[in-house]
């Protein structure tokens, strides 16, 4: 059994806390190493150091496996320091390298600041998701974000509103829901996988008196994708999409933006949520939410999220092999 890696993530955030939460919680039931400086885990953390991937296994439960990173400075609560930036990168594509070489079954990776790596090392990515693409070398990534009684993937991610109508076009929603439907079946076992899609505009459109893109950008392509056999629903007017009755009618759902996407599930499951990136070559997952510099260093922050995504990235790994 080949262990997850967990990255650090900006380590003045609250990353080293909650993973070392999730350890004591845990135990050795989802088998992960932190990869990191064990300089910037809380004081009085019990850690072990760990050289290859066999060793992790062999780590008492109580004691969180550490594969080591060296930063150049210390880490303050609340406080990212410029210099720790390029280190930070430099975790996320040692974890893709372990992946990509087989040595671990999955990556979770802790929440980063982006303005701060832009900062601190002219990071030149939107986010983690894109950073991981570049370094897998795909065209082109899914998100995803689970919680028990909701799947949901939104078609745009990071873009102004203004900007959404531009940047969806057939070949972006087709690409997405193609993805989707290869990582539901892989992934999360479903060998028939069901997909409701929404519209762009209030009430899908309602026949193009409120937008076209329903008539002329999505309906074609659920069209073509389910000549193919593929379970398309839709387009569906966003505002019924998500409620518990027609949650139940599908396996995911597509969004064609951000916040419709996102508003739901963190509506229903703020703290379970978990990020999964779909379409790279290994496994990744990671916390629904960001480095809480608020009220990192307090020892309060909920490990729920993370605690889901390694359970997630355990289960898919399962399901790959």
């Given at each position: 059994?080949?262990p997850l890696v967990?990255t650090?993530?900006?380590?003045a955030?609250?990353?080293?806390?909650?993973?070392?939460?999730?350890?004591?919680?845990?135990?050795a039931?989802?088998?992960?190493?932190?990869l990191?400086?064990?300089?910037?885990?809380?004081?009085?953390?019990?850690?072990?150091p760990?050289?290859d991937m066999?060793?992790?296994l062999?780590?008492p439960p109580?004691?969180?496996p550490?594969?080591?990173h060296d930063?150049?400075?210390?880490?303050?609560?609340?406080?990212?320091h410029?210099d720790?930036a390029?280190g930070?990168?430099?975790?996320?594509a040692?974890?893709v390298?372990l992946?990509?070489?087989?040595?671990?079954?999955?990556?979770v990776?802790?929440?980063?600041?982006?303005?701060?790596?832009?900062?601190?090392?002219?990071f030149a990515?939107?986010?983690?998701?894109?950073?991981l693409?570049?370094?897998?070398?795909?065209?082109?990534?899914v998100?995803?974000?689970?919680?028990?009684?909701?799947?949901?993937?939104?078609?745009?991610?990071?873009?102004?509103l203004?900007?959404?109508?531009?940047a969806?076009?057939?070949?972006?929603l087709?690409d997405?829901?193609?993805i989707?439907?290869?990582?539901?079946?892989?992934?999360?076992?479903i060998s028939?996988p069901r997909?409701a899609?929404?519209g762009?505009?209030?009430h899908?459109?309602e026949?193009?008196?409120m937008?076209?893109?329903e008539?002329e950008v999505?309906a074609?392509?659920?069209?073509q994708?389910r000549?193919?056999?593929m379970l398309?629903?839709?387009?569906?007017?966003?505002?019924?999409?998500?409620?518990a009755e027609?949650?139940?009618?599908?396996?995911?759902?597509v969004?064609?933006?951000?916040d419709?996407?996102l508003?739901?599930i963190?509506t229903i499951?703020?703290?379970?949520?978990?990020?999964?990136?779909?379409?790279?070559?290994?496994?990744r997952?990671?916390p629904?939410?960001g480095?809480?510099?608020?009220i990192?260093?307090r020892?309060?922050?909920d490990?729920?999220?993370?605690i889901a995504?390694?359970?997630?990235?355990a289960?898919m790994?399962?399901?790959?092999?």
């Open positions: 059994m080949r967990m650090c993530g900006d380590p955030g609250i990353g080293p806390e909650i993973a070392l939460k999730a350890r004591r919680i845990l135990g039931a989802v088998p992960f190493v932190w990191g400086d064990p300089r910037h885990l809380p004081q009085g953390a019990d850690w072990s760990v050289v066999a060793a992790v062999s780590v109580e004691r969180l550490v594969l080591i930063f150049p400075a210390d880490a303050t609560p609340g406080q990212p410029p720790n390029p930070i990168i430099a975790v996320i040692r974890a390298a992946a990509k070489a087989g040595a671990v079954a999955g990556i990776t802790c929440p980063i600041n982006k303005a701060a790596l832009k900062h601190g090392a002219g990515f939107p986010g983690h998701t894109e950073y693409a570049a370094l897998a070398g795909v065209p082109r990534v998100m995803m974000l689970a919680c028990e009684s909701l799947r949901v993937v939104p078609a745009t991610i990071h873009l102004p203004r900007d959404v109508p531009e969806l076009t057939r070949d972006l087709e997405t829901l193609r989707t439907h290869a990582a539901l079946r892989t992934d999360f076992g028939a997909i899609v929404a762009l505009n209030p899908a459109g026949g193009g008196t937008g076209r893109e008539i999505i074609p392509v659920l069209a994708l000549a193919e056999g398309l629903t839709g387009p569906h007017s966003a505002d019924t999409m998500f409620h027609m949650r139940a009618r599908y396996d995911a759902a969004a064609m933006y951000h419709q996407a508003i739901p963190k499951d703020f703290a379970g949520g978990v990020n999964i990136t779909l379409g790279l070559p290994f496994i997952s990671s629904d939410h480095t809480a510099y608020d990192a260093g020892g309060i922050a490990p729920s999220s993370l995504a390694l359970r997630q990235a289960a790994a399962r399901g790959r092999s």
